[in-house]
């Protein structure tokens, strides 16, 4: 197990070097000069040169991104601009909305997916099958953005049961653990589990009803062992690869939330980004990016472990 971790490990540690390597080179391949969303319109070319100087802009590449990598493997991701604070204190309170509502949308996903999956594996080429397989089929071919505004008039403004923006009332952004800020949690987590909950059902499917067929469950089933037994062993052998789906599915609910919270407002990451691009704020911009980059790699990372404490055939592969 030791030399399986050591393993990933060091495969992880080039891909995190490379994350870092294009999120650094966001600023210099962006469209104009990136001091212009910094300096004034009418800034003197004395001024510029200053701020070059400052930002550190004066350097070769190699020498800025040594300097820019120290100072965020110490923590320092940058000045937003618009805002003048730490980018690191933006992206704290957005990053753990963001968190909680992608896992709570990925635990709903992953439980109805699951559930869809396995029945029509295990029923498959019924009835059964293809109700399940339609829906998991609508969930994967749905929009976000358009499911995220028809529940937004349904349950909003035509029933008023639950909040359309925002993580708390009136607007705030500030979270508790109350139902009046859970309300403001169900519909972007429910709009963003229909994604997840299709591609989930669609492998689950696939996986059981391959299982189903091969000669170990006619053996299991020939020795008198009941369905329940049966789909303990077919659970058990689908289990890692699913584990797998979920985990990159939690990523890319990390890093492509950017329409669903601005439908809702959420005040997630994918919100920040907007507001990061439509303000050409580069280095909030740049630390969002590189922070949900290595969180991706790091979840990829612990899948990987997961899945073979679950498969110990994972580790001998």
């Known amino acids: ?37 910094v300096l004034p319109p009418d800034a003197s070319a004395q001024l510029q040169q200053e701020m070059r100087v400052i930002y550190g802009f004066d350097k070769p590449l190699p020498v800025q991104y040594g300097m820019w990598l120290l100072k965020t493997l110490q923590g ?16 704290g309170r957005a ?23 396995f029945v029509a594996g295990y029923f ?13 089929i609508i969930g994967v071919s749905v929009p ?3 499911l995220g505004m028809v529940l937004v008039i349904i349950f909003s403004v035509q029933l008023n049961l639950l909040p359309a923006t925002g993580a708390g009332p009136g607007g705030s952004g500030e979270w508790r653990w109350d139902w009046a800020h ?19 059902a669609r492998t689950v499917r696939a996986l059981v009803a391959d299982i189903l067929s091969q000669e170990f469950v006619t053996g299991l089933r020939a020795k008198g062992l009941l369905d329940f037994g049966v789909f303990r062993h077919v659970v058990k052998n689908a289990a890692p690869t699913a584990l797998a789906v979920m985990g990159l ?17 959420w005040p997630g990451t994918g919100f ?15 630390g969002t990016i590189l922070v949900l980059a290595m969180i991706f790699v790091a979840l990829n990372l612990m899948v990987d472990i997961v899945q073979s404490l679950i498969d110990p055939r994972v580790q001998r592969s």
């Open 144 to 146: 976000h953005y358009w």
């Open 1 to 37: 197990m030791l030399k399986y971790l050591g393993a990933r490990l060091l495969y992880t540690l080039p891909v995190a070097v490379g994350v870092s390597i294009v999120c650094f080179m966001l600023v210099h391949i962006a469209p104009g000069d990136p001091l212009t969303s």
């Open 272 to 286: 920040l980004l907007g507001q990061a691009i439509f303000q050409r704020d580069l280095p909030l911009l740049q």
């Open 249 to 265: 599915q939690l990523g890319y609910l990390l890093g492509g939330s950017i329409l669903i919270e601005t439908v809702f407002s």
């Open 76 to 91: 320092d991701l940058g000045t937003s601009i618009a805002t003048g604070r730490p980018v690191a204190a933006e992206l």
């Open 182 to 200: 859970i309300q403001h949690l169900i519909l972007p987590a429910v709009t963003m589990s229909v994604i997840p909950m299709g591609i989930v």
């Open 95 to 117: 990053l753990s909305n963001t968190l909680m509502l992608a896992a709570l949308a990925t635990f709903i996903g992953f439980a109805f997916g699951s559930l869809f999956g």
């Open 124 to 136: 498959r080429d019924t009835w059964i099958d293809k109700a399940a397989s339609l829906v998991s």
